[in-house]
């Protein structure tokens, strides 16, 4: 068991660029969500795949945020034009299916906009 | 009223103390409740799972379930500095996303 696996741990870029991270579940679990973390604040639901299939996006992710899980596995989540206000931490966790399933979380993603 | 609420703190305690955290939440719906502890600047780490009313044992930490008055919360026993981080209560919503409180903070001083 290797665990989530995020990359990369931190990303430094200026406001107007676009920015991809990457997620590597668990191998065995179907399940993979993105959740964004801001300072003091517990970490707030972004999306959701069961497999390739996309099955949730919160109200907060913009039409500048876009996931994907192409084929079932790794993950990507892509901020486009980024701005002040999307300086956090991403974090990324997988499952296996059901809602009493625990997630597990990879050491997550740092963004911050200049 | 927030999904889930949690009191922020810090909490502090002296080691060897027991340090009592506490959450309540809306959703009367909820089946299950994670409770994960974060240390600053790193991701949440899993440390208990109750799926039924009543208390769960695992080592220095008992959960304990109260559907009907929608109340959570965690006690760590013989708390030592090692356990001061923020301690997250998510219940599950339907499709399964968590829904994190605030988190409480709690400080345990040697």
């Given at each position: 068991?290797?665990?989530?696996?995020?990359?990369?741990?931190?990303?430094?870029?200026?406001r107007g660029q676009n920015v991809t991270f990457r997620c590597d579940p668990i191998s065995e679990h179907n399940r993979l969500y993105w959740y964004r973390q801001?300072?003091?604040?517990?970490?707030?639901?972004?999306?959701?795949f069961q497999n390739e299939a996309q099955l949730e996006k919160?109200?907060?992710l913009s039409d500048?945020?876009?996931?994907e899980r192409p084929k079932g596995s790794f993950s990507t989540l892509e901020i486009q034009r980024t701005e002040q206000g999307d300086s956090a931490m991403y974090l990324c966790a997988s499952s296996f299916p059901g809602s009493n399933q625990p997630q597990h979380f990879g050491d997550g993603t740092r963004l911050s906009i200049l | 009223q927030k999904e889930v609420e949690q009191n922020s703190g810090p909490l502090s305690?002296?080691?060897?103390?027991?340090?009592?955290l506490n959450c309540t939440y809306s959703d009367r719906g909820s089946q299950s409740f994670f409770w994960y502890r974060q240390y600053s600047g790193k991701s949440p780490e899993l440390i208990m799972s109750i799926y039924?009313?009543?208390d769960k044992e695992d080592g220095r930490f008992t959960a304990q379930l109260n559907k009907a008055?929608?109340?959570v919360s965690l006690l760590i026993r013989d708390s030592q500095p090692s356990d001061s981080a923020t301690y997250l209560c998510a219940p599950p919503g339907n499709t399964g996303k968590l829904i994190f409180g605030q988190g409480t903070t709690l400080q345990v001083k040697p």
């Open positions: 068991d290797t665990g989530v696996s995020q990359d990369p741990r931190h990303k430094i870029t200026k801001t300072l003091g604040q517990g970490p707030e639901f972004l999306t959701y919160s109200r907060l500048r945020f876009s996931a | 305690v002296p080691e060897g103390a027991i340090a009592s039924s009313n009543g008055s929608q109340y």
